[in-house]
């Protein structure tokens, strides 16, 4: 990653996690990358901010008191992060899937990380729950993710054994569209050819190589491919009742519905989230500690106390 890349990365972090505008002074003392004469910060933050808005990142200016002449602040809102990539097709979709998990990896690096505790050493508190879905996750290496691309570019039909939800080896044949990343897991997108329809399948659930089969350019790719809808629907809805402990746990709150109901201990709140990739709804939960009970499903329950009591044998 470019040193301007990087603090890219650390300003758009910075101004995300903030709970009040931050000013560029602070912005000067605290991220990374901004070094020079006083003109030359300057310069680089004005070209910082315009290649974000460029990016479709909306920058909001403010003051700490509307009534005072303070010093012009800065931060970004979480519902205005978002990028308008407009219409694009299945290549550029491979692209922007590795772009994102290069930004994934790096979203909250040491230097990242830095930003936020020297904004925090001079008293600006940040909520890094609000970059929940920036946090690191262990991702692995799969060696299958650079055939996967390979049969993508050259649109060869991939075979390979996919492990079921129940672990039962399966024989699928795949003309593939797309690689996308999720919470963490690569999966790959495009049409089963015995079943005849689109299908999904995550790497690491691949048992062995995948492999080439036949001549490249033996199909096309449709234009208008849309990996997200797909995805959505290649998993059931499901659902669970929680218990959130009171102020905690905002992007679990924002979606869950409130159950009107005197069960609930003392600064706690009951209440039903749907959810559809479980392993990430798992990991979510976990991320949260303590401060989100489990009661139903019972396998849902049974499964984080299982991991929590394997995490206790295996780190004290």
């Not at 979606?255 to 003392?266: D, G």
Request: a negative charge.
């Amino acid at each position: 990653m470019s040193r301007k890349t990087e603090r890219l990365v650390n300003l758009t972090i910075a101004l995300l996690a903030t709970k009040r505008y931050i000013t560029k002074s602070e912005i000067f003392r605290t991220v990374d990358g901004y070094e020079g004469s006083d003109e030359s910060k300057e310069r680089m933050f004005e070209r910082d901010k315009d290649d974000l808005r460029n990016l479709g990142i909306e920058i909001e200016v403010g003051s700490f008191d509307p009534l005072f002449e303070d010093e012009s602040g800065y931060r970004i809102k979480p519902e205005n992060y978002q990028f308008q990539l407009g219409e694009v097709n299945a290549q550029e979709i491979t692209l922007l899937s590795l772009a994102a998990e290069a930004w994934r990896g790096e979203s909250m690096g040491p230097a990242a990380l830095s930003a936020l505790n020297k904004l925090h050493a001079i008293g600006i508190e940040s909520d890094t729950e609000l970059l929940l879905d920036l946090a690191p996750a262990i991702i692995t290496q799969d060696e299958n993710l650079a055939v996967a691309i390979s049969a993508i570019t050259s649109k060869t039909v991939l075979s390979f054994t996919y492990l079921s939800e129940n672990l039962q080896p399966q024989s699928r044949v795949l003309e593939p569209y797309a690689v996308t990343s999720r919470y963490g897991h690569w999966y790959i997108f495009g049409e089963d050819l015995d079943r005849k329809a689109p299908r999904i399948f995550r790497l690491d659930r691949i048992s062995g190589e995948l492999k080439l089969q036949g001549r490249s350019g033996a199909f096309e790719i449709p234009a208008d491919i849309d990996v997200n809808s797909a995805f959505a629907k290649s998993l059931d809805l499901l659902s669970a009742r929680i218990f959130l402990r009171e102020g905690r746990c905002l992007n679990l709150r924002n979606r869950a519905l409130p159950i009107s109901s005197e069960s609930a201990p003392v600064g706690w709140q009951e209440c039903t989230i749907d959810y559809r990739d479980r392993e990430r709804f798992v990991e979510e939960i976990l991320w949260y500690g303590d401060d989100v009970i489990v009661a139903e499903p019972k396998d849902l329950r049974d499964e984080i106390r299982d991991i929590l009591k394997s995490g206790v044998v295996k780190y004290g």
